[in-house]
C-alpha cells in the first residue's frame, strides 16, 4: 500500500499543475491531499453544482477543499437541460460526465493548468462505469487507477493522513436510484435527496432509497435492519416518506449494494 502511495505521488510529481474533480468523496480526497503535499499551491479543486448532486456532499467539499488549503472552484453544471440526459440511458453517465469535464477543461485552461485529474480507483474497474469513456476521450488522468490504490487501500491511507472523511460511506449520483428509462426531473431528485435525509436523522449513514414509481425500496446494511425496523424508527420513516409522495415503503433484504440499479443491464 505504501508503495502504491508513492508511486501516485511520482505520478502527480510529474504534472507541472492539476485542477482535481473534487467530490469530497474519500478517493477525490485522497487524491486531492496527496497532490497538496506534492504540489503545493498547483493544485486546485473544482466540484460539481448541480440537481443530482446532494448539497450535503457539495457542502462537504468545500469544507475539505478549505481544511486542505486548496484553491476550490464550483462549476455550476446543468445536467437537467440536456435532453439525452433527462431520458435517463444506460450511458447517462457518460453524458454527465463529458459535460462536466468538457466545463473542467474550460476553467483549467483559463487558470493555466493543463492536467485535470478525477478520483477513479482500481476497483471501479470492475463496474460498470460508462463515465470512464468520457475522462479517457478529455484526457482526464486517473493518479489512483494508474497506481492500483483500491478502495479499502485509500481508506486506510486517507485514516493514516487524518483525513476527517476517511470512513464516510461512498456517495453517488442521485440518477443512480432511478431505474434506467425512466424520465428524471429535479422534483424527483429532490425527492430521493430528501427521503435519504430522513434516514439520515434516524442515524443510518450507508444507505440507498431507489425510487420504482411511488415505491421507495430501501437499501441499508443487513446490520442496520433491526434498527430500520425498530418501531422508533420504522413509523416515522414510514409517515415522512409518505409524505413525499410514496405510496408504499419497503426494506430491500438483500441489503445496500453499490451499482444495484446496473443489475438489468
Known amino acids: 500500500m505504501d508503495g502504491k502511495l508513492k508511486k501516485m505521488e511520482a ?59 486548496v484553491v476550490h472552484h464550483w462549476i455550476f453544471t446543468d445536467e437537467m437541460a440536456l435532453p439525452a440526459f433527462l431520458t435517463n440511458p444506460e450511458n447517462r453517465c457518460y453524458i454527465c460526465k463529458q459535460h462536466l469535464f468538457s466545463r473542467m477543461r474550460e476553467l483549467a485552461a483559463g487558470r493555466g493548468i493543463e492536467t485535470v485529474a478525477h478520483g477513479a480507483n482500481a476497483d471501479d474497474l470492475n463496474d460498470y462505469r460508462p463515465g470512464f469513456l468520457a475522462a479517457r476521450e478529455a484526457g482526464i488522468v486517473a493518479p489512483l ?20 472523511n476517511w470512513n464516510r460511506p461512498a456517495d453517488a449520483c442521485l440518477a443512480t436510484r432511478v431505474p434506467y428509462g425512466v424520465l428524471l426531473s429535479p422534483a424527483l431528485l429532490q ?30 446494511a443487513p446490520e442496520q435492519f433491526d434498527r430500520v425496523m425498530s418501531a422508533e424508527v420504522r413509523l416515522p420513516l414510514i409517515a415522512a416518506l409518505r409524505k413525499l409522495g410514496f405510496d408504499h415503503v419497503s426494506l430491500d433484504l438483500e441489503g445496500y449494494r453499490m451499482g444495484s440499479m446496473n443489475r438489468s443491464l
Open 145 to 164: 487507477v494508474e497506481a492500483g490504490l483500491k478502495k479499502a487501500e485509500i481508506r486506510e491511507l486517507a485514516r493514516k493522513m487524518g483525513l476527517p
Open 11 to 69: 505520478i502527480l510529481a510529474s504534472y507541472p499543475g492539476l485542477l482535481v474533480a473534487f467530490s469530497g468523496g474519500v478517493d477525490s480526497t485522497l487524491l486531492l491531499a496527496a497532490a497538496r503535499e506534492v504540489l503545493g499551491d498547483r493544485v486546485e479543486a473544482a466540484t460539481s453544482m448541480s440537481p443530482v448532486h446532494s448539497r450535503c456532499e457539495s457542502e462537504n467539499a468545500e469544507k475539505l477543499a478549505a481544511a486542505l488549503g
Open 191 to 220: 425527492r430521493i435527496e430528501q427521503a435519504e435525509s430522513v434516514l439520515a436523522d434516524k442515524g443510518i449513514d450507508r444507505c440507498r432509497v431507489r425510487v420504482h414509481g411511488n415505491i421507495a425500496r430501501i437499501e441499508v
